[in-house]
């Protein structure tokens, strides 16, 4: 079956059709390109056409891209080149075409399929909101390797083909307009006649042709785009900036200003092959197969069906009750009245409402001012939430969702009350971050319509979504949270009843061994930097400042209690606690806070009464014993069957902790440092620092036999080009 | 045989003055938050409602319909239909008698009926001139035209028009609510005292049922600041007869006695009733709240507006075969304590009985300790358009909670109407 369809049209326009027939959504897999080969063959040998539109066969969905799956398996650098290579003469030949060519685009427009549209003399494209046009590969660890870096930049200039290149993000048909990236956003019912008078235009006026080609909009942009110094200028700030959000770690943007700055003035064709030897560099490095993998991990986890019995049927949520309106009640009831769902928020104190209406009132504000919607639709969606200090409202709820204080007690108490009241058909689930849910799930009349749901706070800037499975849980109950986390934008991740779940349970010892770092003699400052260095986005003590020691205080003594082996009572956190230290919250924690900033607080050392810090201390020796300590824990959680597998797990780590994406998760990042060097060194600490130390069962294990906890695609030594 | 209708159960928002807490918050948002919170706290399927009628006055310019607006903020579903209807101040108790009649025609089995305004709202206007020279302008071509166009443009074309004050004035008779009140004062001889003290008595009932009224208000967390609002914002602490007797005549500065206090304030608020049949009624979750005996509505004339609950009250009671004697508490919406007071003694004149009402004798006694016992509009305000139905509700929930069996509300309309609706309890 051909992935391409050519297929004449009326006024001896013909169209190029994609429909790929073994998928659900266009891809530029090896079959495709070797079709397309095919294809404009078959154009090529058409009796002088009056131009051809490029058009999907998929209704609603254009190209998605190219073959994530294919990238994340791929290891042999010459097969990449070879296909890039393929592609790119292609794109060529379409480019090269000698009559007008027009893509029309409805739906989803990535990557590999933006820019097999940028080989058509111009683009139009449907205003409805499926369709998004942008270029993602940076966050696939690569970057536009089909004629992107050459053709974009032509196309809509430097400084707008940067910005959609560096930061992949995409846009929708107005703004595509906007920049000149398409020559029209029309409306969808109309796309293939607007195609068709585009292509009439293009031949009726050829200078038309050229003028989907980028001209400077005006001096600012000639001096931007058109200087040597200009572009310098450009160049030098996007590198500050791309240096600044990947902190290093990223080499694919910065390869790909590199290239687009070194082919500047490069015939096409030769700027094509450094394009493609570039990005060959990156696409089989370890960097690009992490980020693959998360890629991947994330699209589970946002489609993979959960039942294993496919009759079973998530319950549609249309109005949800919210016990609780606490730190988490303002962002979760923005959350839900966002995905069109009505919140009854109760609680018993009003001025927990008021705080929890603002919250969400003021992440609606900024939302909509940043996505200029009109005041009509933020107000609508602050009307979905009704506040009430009764327990009312409850009988027509599909779903209660508890969110109270952190009390067994409290929480059955709410379990009770709400139980009586909701109908039969509804799930209940609790937003505990260190309760079990099947204490919780005790007492109910029907303990199997109970899961939890574990937000994590600030819940607006937070994909993950814990979603626990009680012993008891019923494949219901779990699939109706999981569906609603994914209505809400969340990432769901299944995770087992136990102690800490896996994000906090993961999380604590490794903020544990940052204390003991700080009893050894090491400063705040230190031990915070070396974290950072690795790649998290805040060290261990930034990161208990911010959400809050008192909520820390009372998870560490969960996992005390559940692992006293392993986490053992944080002195050290309650004395600073017993001191009025609660955080950013109050201002005073680790650090001392103001507004925004931190600064190290020369206080904290004669409270601790710790040692004097010492000077120079190793970073990555510190960061190797934290670091360790999480893998460890990581495995343990994984034997335990905490989370069915180690990708569900590596995903909740980076979504849930911040730990860094390019590292692929504790797991991924064991395997590339070798099991048995981890083994090794753990056991080292043990000797040294004590038990907590003693390695996993399974690490042991696998570390004997050879073996890793994720699969691992053949690594290769990265390129010096690719790590620069 | 036609359904009798059903008042199933109904809730308010607190009522607030103009200007106050609500100030941000239009009639739909009011309205939106009575309408939710009903079909909440009585866990109704939304889509079971038949319609949504609600009153209103000034009519949103940004929402054409209230109704349908309100109603799907409110959640109600897309195909259930709503309409507002305005009858002035009986806006409120039109709604409801337009769901009795779709009731009782069978149309209709179970309606969300009630009224929403927001007076702090009120837009100011400019002159229709503004808009004929705005339009010469956007019309005139070429720099020369347009110079003219200029020319012509004076500043009184800008003096606003305060929509407010010409919604409460009578296009017909020319005078403003505030004078039919002093043209009953004087008819009626109602002294300034007897007006001030029935103000005063108004503020003291409402503080004293503050805990009773909460029965039928849900709390308001109006934006921006969202803070809680559970009472009604007009009775005043403290309130004493010097200070009201310290208050200038308003509308008759020379020879007047109507103040603003004892006149009813300008106010926003919004209430909501499910209306439903006998069917409806019989399984309804909770003890329905009352039933409606009968209502009528009233023409007079426009001068005299303020007699229209009288005039209304004898139509209403007539077809039931009853007197005034048999009702056992009231509700008379307090637009100006003069007004209030001619009612009483219209209603126990027998001059008056023959002469307007075609009665051969007096249409009876209002007893004012049976009358507006929580306090009315003077203490609690009148937001026009909701009103009508707060006088509904507020009447069933205390004739509910003395275990009373008959009740009668009504309200004069301005430009010379008047409303009345006879309620039982079982």
Not at chain 2, 210 to 218: N, P
Not at chain 2, 265 to 286: C, K
Not at chain 2, 292 to 305: E, N, Y
Request: with cysteine; glycine share 10%.
């Amino acid at each position: 079956m051909p992935v391409f369809r050519v297929e004449p049209a009326a006024d001896r326009v013909v169209h190029l059709i994609m429909d790929h027939p073994s998928r659900k959504v266009n891809v530029l897999d090896v079959e495709a390109l070797a079709d397309l080969e095919r294809a404009l063959d078959e154009v090529e040998r058409l009796e002088r056409p009056a131009g051809l539109v490029l058009t999907s066969g998929k209704p609603g969905s254009f190209i998605a891209g190219a073959d994530v799956a294919a990238i994340g398996a791929i290891s042999d650098r010459d097969e990449v080149l070879g296909l890039v290579r393929r592609a790119h003469a292609s794109f060529q030949r379409l480019a090269t075409l000698p009559y007008p060519t027009v893509a029309a685009i409805d739906g989803v427009c990535l990557g590999g399929g933006v820019e097999l549209t940028l080989a058509c003399d111009s683009r139009i494209a449907s205003e409805e909101p499926r369709t998004q046009i942008g270029l993602p590969e940076v966050l696939l660890g690569i970057y536009p390797g089909f004629g992107g870096t050459q053709r974009l930049p032509r196309l809509i200039g430097l400084p707008a083909a940067l910005d959609l290149i560096l930061t992949g993000r995409a846009l929708d048909a107005k703004r595509a307009e906007r920049i000149g990236l398409i020559a029209r956003a029309v409306p969808a019912a109309w796309l293939m006649e607007r195609a068709h008078e585009r292509l009439e235009l293009l031949t009726t006026r050829p200078e038309q042709r050229r003028r989907d080609r980028y001209r400077p909009p005006g001096m600012a942009a000639w001096f931007m785009d058109g200087t040597p110094f200009g572009r310098s200028l450009v160049f030098a700030r996007a590198r500050a900036a791309t240096r600044a959000r990947t902190g290093g770690h990223y080499p694919a943007p910065l390869a790909a200003l590199e290239v687009i700055e070194r082919t500047r003035g490069l015939p096409i064709e030769a700027g094509l092959e450094i394009e493609a030897a570039w990005v060959s560099d990156l696409a089989i490095g370890p960097v690009c197969k992490n980020l693959v993998r998360l890629f991947e991990q994330t699209e589970r986890a946002k489609k993979e069906p959960v039942a294993t019995d496919s009759s079973v049927q998530a319950l549609p949520v249309r109005t949800m009750l919210l016990a609780g309106a606490g730190t988490m009640g303002g962002g979760i009831a923005e959350a839900a009245s966002r995905a069109g769902i009505r919140v009854r928020l109760r609680d018993l104190n009003p001025e927990a409402l008021t705080r929890a209406l603002r919250t969400a009132r003021e992440l609606i504000e900024e939302r909509g001012r940043r996505r200029r919607l009109p005041s009509r639709e933020r107000d609508a969606q602050l009307a979905r939430i009704l506040p009430t200090v009764e327990l009312s409202g409850v009988a027509r709820a599909d779903l209660a969702l508890e969110a109270v204080v952190e009390d067994l007690n409290v929480k059955r108490r709410v379990f009770a009350e709400i139980e009586v009241r909701i109908g039969p058909d509804a799930v209940l689930a609790t937003n505990t971050s260190s309760l079990s849910v099947d204490a919780l799930a005790q007492g109910l009349a029907r303990p199997e319509r109970l899961c939890g749901l574990h937000f994590f706070n600030p819940v607006h800037r937070m994909p993950l979504v814990e979603v626990v499975k009680g012993s008891r849980t019923s494949e219901r109950t779990l699939l109706t949270a999981v569906a609603l986390v994914r209505r809400l934008g969340k990432t769901p991740v299944v995770v087992g009843d136990a102690p800490g779940f896996v994000v906090n349970r993961i999380l604590m010892p490794y903020l544990r061994e940052a204390m003991h770092l700080l009893d050894d003699g090491f400063s705040v400052g230190a031990i915070d930097r070396a974290m950072r260095g690795f790649g998290m986005p805040m060290g261990p003590f930034e990161v208990l400042d911010e959400v809050g020691l008192d909520v820390a205080q009372k998870v560490a003594g969960v996992l005390g209690r559940a692992f006293p082996e392993r986490v053992a009572p944080a002195v050290l956190l309650d004395k600073v606690v017993a001191a009025g230290r609660l955080g950013k919250k109050n201002g005073v924690g680790f650090y001392r806070h103001r507004g925004r900033e931190r600064q190290p607080d020369p206080a904290l050392r004669a409270l601790l009464r710790l040692r004097r810090p010492r000077k120079s201390p190793n970073l990555d020796a510190l960061a190797e014993r934290m670091v360790l300590v999480m893998i460890n824990e990581a495995a343990r959680c994984l034997e335990e069957g905490v989370v069915a597998d180690a990708g569900w797990l590596d995903l909740a780590m980076i979504l849930g902790s911040g730990f860094p994406p390019f590292r692929g998760g504790p797991l991924r990042h064991a395997d590339s440092l070798g099991l048995s060097r981890v083994e090794s060194r753990l056991i080292a600490l043990q000797a040294e620092k004590g038990d907590r130390f003693r390695p996993a069962p399974l690490l042991a294990r696998l570390a004997a036999q050879g073996g890793t906890f994720t699969t691992v695609p053949r690594a290769e030594a990265a390129p010096a080009a690719a790590t620069a | 045989m036609s359904s009798r209708s059903w008042i199933l159960s109904g809730v308010r928002t607190p009522f607030a003055k103009a200007g106050g807490p609500f100030r941000a918050t239009p009639a739909y948002e009011l309205g939106r938050v009575a309408l939710a919170e009903l079909l909440s706290r009585s866990d109704v399927d939304p889509a079971r409602l038949d319609e949504v009628i609600l009153g209103n006055c000034a009519q949103p310019a940004e929402a054409a319909n209230v109704s349908r607006v309100t109603a799907l903020r409110a959640g109600v579903p897309e195909p259930v239909p709503a309409v507002t209807v305005h009858r002035n101040c009986a806006s409120g108790m039109e709604a409801v008698a337009a769901a009795s009649h779709r009731i009782s025609a069978g149309r209709a089995r179970l309606v969300l009926a009630g009224g929403a305004e927001s007076m702090s709202q009120i837009p100011l206007q400019y002159p229709l001139e503004y808009g004929t020279w705005l339009e010469s302008l956007m019309r005139a071509k070429g720099a020369l035209a347009r110079l003219t166009v200029f020319s012509r443009f004076r500043p009184a074309l800008l003096k606003p028009r305060i929509a407010l004050a010409e919604g409460l004035t009578d296009l017909v008779c020319g005078l403003n609510m505030g004078e039919t009140a002093e043209v009953l004062a004087r008819e009626f001889r109602i002294t300034r005292e007897r007006q001030d003290e029935f103000a005063l008595a108004s503020h003291q009932r409402a503080l004293a049922g503050r805990a009773r009224l909460r029965e039928e208000i849900v709390p308001m967390f109006p934006a921006p600041g969202h803070e809680m609002v559970q009472d009604d914002v007009g009775p005043r602490e403290g309130q004493t007869l010097e200070a009201l007797a310290r208050l200038k005549p308003y509308f008759d500065r020379k020879n007047g006695s109507v103040t603003v206090g004892n006149s009813c304030q300008v106010t926003d608020g919004a209430v909501a009733l499910l209306v439903g049949d006998d069917e409806t009624a019989a399984r309804w979750p909770t003890p329905p709240l009352g039933r409606i005996v009968s209502f009528a509505f009233a023409g007079l004339a426009p001068a005299r507006m303020g007699l229209g609950p009288v005039l209304a009250a004898a139509k209403a009671l007539a077809p039931a075969r009853l007197e005034l004697s048999q009702c056992e508490l009231f509700e008379i919406n307090e637009a100006f304590a003069a007004q209030v007071l001619a009612c009483l003694e219209a209603a126990r004149s027998e001059a008056f009985g023959r002469a307007e009402l075609g009665r051969t004798a007096a249409l009876g006694e209002f007893p004012l300790e049976r009358l507006n016992v929580n306090g009315g509009a003077i203490a609690l305000g009148h937001p026009v358009g909701a009103s009508g139905a707060r006088l509904l509700l507020t009447l069933l929930m205390e004739m509910r909670r003395r275990g009373l069996k008959r009740g009668l509300a009504a309200l004069c309309v301005g430009g010379g109407q008047g409303a009345a609706f006879v309620l039982e309890r079982d």
